[in-house]
Structure formats: C-alpha cells, structure tokens
C-alpha cells in the first residue's frame, strides 16, 4: 500500500516534467495547427459546401488543395481493409502469454484508466436512474472483447458490441458466451445470484455504417457509448468522422455520455517536430507521420504508421480536439471533459489505487527476485532510482512504468462528450440545447 502511495508520487513528478515539456512544445504546435486552419478557412470562403451547419474550417470537401493532398496518399490503399486484416490476425493470447508481453504494464495500466473511465460515467448516469434501472451500452470498435468484464462489473443490462474485425468480433462473442455460462453455472448454485447483461453483436465499419439499423431494435435508446483507443481511425475524412459521431450521438439518450480513449495530436506532432525525419519512439513503439510538411498537419487525413511491440501494426489519424469538439457539437455532442492520461491518473490514483494493485498496473522497482525487470534496466528505470533515493529507507520497493512503456501510454488522452437536448425546429430539423 505504502510503496504505491510512494509510486503514485513519484509518477507524478515525473509527469509534472514531461507534462510542462510538452506544455511548451504545445503552445507552439497549437499556433502551427492554428495557423493552418485560418489558412484553410481562407481558402474555403468560396467553396460550396455540403452541410451548411458544419463549421466553415471543417468544410474541406475534397476541394482544398492540402485536404485533397492528404486524402490522396490514403486512397492509395484502403486504409480501413488494413486496419480490419492487421486485427483479425492478431493471434488470439491467453493470459499467461499476455503475462510474458514486454509491455504488459503498460497494457494493465490502459486498462485501468478504461476501467475508472467507465465507472467515472457510468456512476454520473446511474445518479440520475431509480434503482435497478436498466442501463444500455454502444462499444463502438469492441476487438476482441477487452472491456467484457468491465461492463459486467458495472451492472449493465443491455450491451451491443460493433466491430470492422470480424475475426475480432467472433473472439468477442465467444468470450461473452463463456462469462455468461460461467455466470449461469454460479447462478444455479446461488439463487439471489444475478443474470448478466444481454448482448448483440454487430460486424460493421463504424465510420461508413449507420449502425442504429442493425440493432436488433432500432428503436432502442443507450445510456453510454464507449469507444477505446479507436475513435483515431475515423479521421481519415470528414465524412468518416461525422459517421462516427452520428452513430454516438443517434445511439444516446438526452444526458447519456460518449467516452473514449484516443492519441493526443498536439503531443504526437510536438514529438514530431522534435525529431529528424519523420520516425520517431522506442525500442516498444514508433511513429511514422507519412506528410513531409511537418507545420501543417491537415485536419483530416493526416495519417502516421503506429506500431506497438506485437499489438499494433496500421496507419492512424490525427484528431485535433478543436475540429473534433465542432463537429460533435453539431451532432449534438457537448464536450465534458479532455483529460491526457496523466492527468486522469493523478485524479484517480488515490481512488483507484487498489485497483491498479489488483490489475498489476505496475511494475515492481526494484524486482522481486523470481520477477526480473521488463525494461532495460540500465535504461528504463532512472526515475525509479532518483525517486527512492528521497525515500525513507524502509520504503524498499515502489511500484512504476518503464520509461519506454511510459513514453506510449503519456501520448493518449481520455474524452467525454453528453448528449444534449434535441428540439425540432420549424423545418423539421434537430437543433441541439445545453441542459
Ligand atoms: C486498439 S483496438 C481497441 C479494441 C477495444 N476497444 C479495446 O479497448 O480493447 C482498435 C479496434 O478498433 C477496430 N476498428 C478500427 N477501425 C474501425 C472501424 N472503421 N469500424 C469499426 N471498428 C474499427 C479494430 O478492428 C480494433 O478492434
């Protein structure tokens, strides 16, 4: 308990570096990006667009030059077939050989930021809810079914799970049908024990679909909708993006939340600015930006190769908040809350802080005996060392990440957004208002 308290804090100082680091490298990006997008709203002023509500610096219809310029090299190969094929491939792995990844605590750690994420939300809906309540859910790009359990413990009643892997999907599936047997096995044996969530299953490409048509009832109205560490793929395209936010926003109920996980472009392109060429990372992962033009990112399309040590292998998209909070508001999508991963952590590691033992979210420094270091440990754990020289010397071991492991979970951030009022106005049309 001590040692994580000591962990936490160390964590935190170190994050407090890197985070006024980035904080400067921000500041300059964010005029860069900025910048780039009053030139693009120049450009646009006599461009028709499609959608007269959509934000005049969102309209980029193929009709601008560095829009269109971007779009092109991803048109070459379709990039969602690639993103499906690299998922489906991935070799299904049990725990013990998740248990031997290198960057295993750093994939316990995502998951831990998922689980508080998830409660943090789900808990603001059920303030608002009579007990026993039903409560419905959108994972929107499920995978394999990570968040299974998650949904589980949070009590849910109906869940459906969208997905472009089919292979992915069935995996999902699958694993649903052996925690509902192993539920129904307890059930039987106990009989106030509860049945779990029922749930559908749905093979589709979340940013081209409308997927409110292939619920089983496509009259059904959600609480929540999740969607982790994917929401990045829809920002090859304008019209990707607004499918996406649409299946949210037309999913959720006035006062439902949608909660995700995403990179954060101003740390991605302040790393790519940093670095020579257009490659950087670890010996974990790496980023590989494909434009050449490294001061103005395009909103949409601006595409990198990321790979993580045997999880990841697809291009990606930058998704640059700004443009992102436009365009949900107008699907009726209010911004709650923007937090990068460190942040979210410092808010939550006192609540949380049984759960990131129970989840094994960190590393032991220094090693038990029978559990060497994952990281190198010349390399890896500087911050580990400088932090206990400060400690008392009964506080032997504390709990961290690895800097390399570190380096990837510190580029992501968590969003939430709640769905607003919708009144119809004399045209027949949505318009959306603040609660
Ligand atoms: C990094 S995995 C995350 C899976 C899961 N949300 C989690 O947190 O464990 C990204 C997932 O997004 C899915 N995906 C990517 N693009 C998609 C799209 N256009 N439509 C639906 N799913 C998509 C992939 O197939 C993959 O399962």
Known sequence: MSALHVENKTETEEKKQSASEIAKTEISKCTNVESSRKRKHDAEEDVTVASTSVPSDLTMSGSTKKYKDATDINRVIDNTTLVADHYNSLEEKDLSQRNQSR???MRNFNNWIKSMLINEYIGKIRQGKSFGASLRVLDMCCGKGGDLLKWKKANISHLICADIAQVSLEQCQQRYNDILNKNKDRGSKDRGFAPIFTAEFITADCTKVRLREKFADPSMQLDFVSCQFAFHYSFESLSQAECMLQNASESLKPGGYF???????????SRWQKCDGNKFGNDVYSVEFISEDKTKPALFGEKYNFHLDGVVDCPEFLVYLPTLCKLALKHGLELVAFERFEEFYKRFKDEGRSLLGNMQALETYPPYHESPLLGDSERDYHHAIEYMQNLPANHRKIGTLSQSEWEVT??????????????????GKPEYVKF
């Open 103 to 105: 960057i295993v605590y």
């Open 259 to 269: 909660v995700g996980t995403i990179p954060d472009a101003y740390d991605l392109v």
């Open 410 to 427: 510190s580029l992501y951030a968590v969003f939430s957004f709640r769905k607003m009022k919708t009144i119809w106005n004399s045209e």
